[in-house]
Nanobody
Framework: QVQLVESGGGLVQAGGSLRLSCAAS????????MGWYRQAPGKQRVLVAR???????NYADSVKGRFTISRDNAKNTVILEMNSLKPEDTGVYFC??????????WGKGTLVTVSS
């Protein structure tokens, strides 16, 4: 059984910063891609940022230049540094990891609220 646990969400004013962390535990042999997704109220879950096992990254256009994704393979952890936050960044942020045999695992999410 693999579990992903996110942390770091909260309430912040526009222009502020937050750091999200997601740690995986359990029976893990290798982790391929790691990513962060956001689900705003009443909307679908969308990709925010993703990082491959080799360190390649891609970002949603709306967060480029403001958010940075990184990973610590020794700790099975993925980090999302969020700067210059905007009210439209508000939502529940979910961590996803793709493990061996293309198995996807999701965390339960952490709420980020950006006030104007």
């Amino acid at each position: 059984q693999v579990q992903l646990v996110e942390s770091g969400g909260g309430l912040v004013q526009a222009g502020g910063s937050l750091r999200l962390s997601c740690a995986a535990s359990g029976r893990i042999f290798s982790i391929n891609a790691m990513g962060w997704y956001r689900q705003a109220p009443g909307k679908q879950r969308v990709l925010v940022a993703r990082i491959t096992s080799s360190g390649g990254t891609n970002y949603a256009d709306s967060v480029k230049g403001r958010f940075t994704i990184s990973r610590d393979n020794a700790k099975n952890t993925v980090i999302l540094e969020m700067n210059s936050l905007k009210p439209e960044d508000t939502g529940v942020y979910f961590c996803k990891m793709t493990l061996s045999f293309a198995m996807d695992y999701w965390g339960k999410g952490t709420l980020v609220t950006v006030s104007s």
